[in-house]
């Protein structure tokens, strides 16, 4: 039997009472790692860097076997850029290379970077027009529900490919996972975290890092997903919201040698 762990903080009382968002995260885990991973979700909400959370809420549930699927994690591609308008600029290359529109691309790019008050989830938009396809307003869309199939794997896929912090972890499960969804043509994100610049687009099976999608200090970030005209908006809103997905590292292993620069990954993240 495995176990969904999650945490959710808030500053100024719980977000149903309209606090504001400090973190949140989810494992699924055996029974026997669900202390460890309560303690170091505990942790993780007390410390974060966008401030101290006043309301912080675990829970755990069992979760059954047969309610699992499976999505593979999309291969990363680093590109390196020397600014916020430079990465703009490649963000929107890649994501017409994967499908969609130039101009569904711009509007999505333009709405992020226009947003006032940052969503807690993402858009979903056409990837034809740009137009925003979900009724979740401000709260947007939550991904939930999809944890690593096996982390060792997964820390040393990941060391193999030069990328080794908790941001590009957690995007790399959660980009997965949308990948996955009926419909999806791209998604396009960058952290709202004021010290994390970094963005991707995943698109064509890949997750395509970008180094630079704002200032650094910003802590404007945001999240859209560019799905296929005719997609199930429902059927998309309850997988990408409910169903529980283990992502799991596949293809060929590659066993190449772990980088130095990388070692101390595992011990440093906090989940
Ligand atoms: N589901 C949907 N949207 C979400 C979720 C979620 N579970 N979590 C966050 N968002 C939205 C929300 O609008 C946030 O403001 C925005 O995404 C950014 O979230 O180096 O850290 O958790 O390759 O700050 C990307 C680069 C890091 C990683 C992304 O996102 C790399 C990141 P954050
Ligand atoms: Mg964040």
């Known amino acids: 039997m495995l176990y969904s762990v999650k945490m959710r903080a808030a500053r100024g009382g719980a977000h149903e009472q309209g606090g504001s968002h400090i973190s949140g995260a989810e494992r699924i885990v055996a029974e026997e790692e669900i202390a460890d991973n309560l ?35 999309l291969p990363i591609v680093s590109f390196p850029v020397e600014s916020a308008a ?19 691309a711009r509007a999505g790019l333009r709405m992020l970077t226009e947003m006032r008050e940052n969503m807690r ?5 056409s990837a034809e027009t740009g137009k ?7 709260r947007g869309i939550r991904v939930t529900g999809m944890d690593v199939e096996d982390d060792a794997g997964f820390t040393q896929w990941l060391q193999r490919q030069d990328a080794c912090n908790l941001h590009l972890r957690e995007a790399a499960v959660l980009a997965a996972k949308v990948a996955a969804a009926p419909g999806i043509v791209a ?17 064509k099976g890949m997750y395509h890092r970008i180094s630079h999608m704002k200032e650094y200090g910003s802590a404007q970030g945001g ?3 560019f799905v296929q005209a005719g997609t199930d908006l429902a059927a998309l809103r309850a997988y990408l ?16 040698q772990v980088r130095r620069d990388c070692a101390g990954y595992q011990k440093k993240r906090a989940i």
């Not at 998604?187 to 698109?203: F, H, N």
């Open 39 to 73: 303690s170091s979700l505990l942790q993780r909400a007390l410390t974060h860097t966008k401030g101290k959370a006043d309301f912080i809420q675990m829970t755990v549930e069992a979760v059954e076997a047969s309610q699992i699927a499976r999505a593979p994690f």
């Open 86 to 104: 430079q990465g703009r600029e490649k963000a929107l290359y890649v994501l017409e290379q994967a499908g969609v529109q130039r101009q569904a």
């Open 121 to 125: 989830g993402a858009m979903v938009l």
């Open 132 to 138: 925003r396809m979900d009724q979740a307003g401000q």
């Open 187 to 203: 998604e396009l994100c960058w952290s709202d975290d004021p010290e994390y610049i970094a963005g991707y687009v995943a698109g």
């Open 223 to 225: 999240r859209a997903f």
């Open 241 to 256: 919201e409910e169903q529980i997905v283990l992502v799991e590292v596949g293809g060929k292993r590659n066993d190449g």
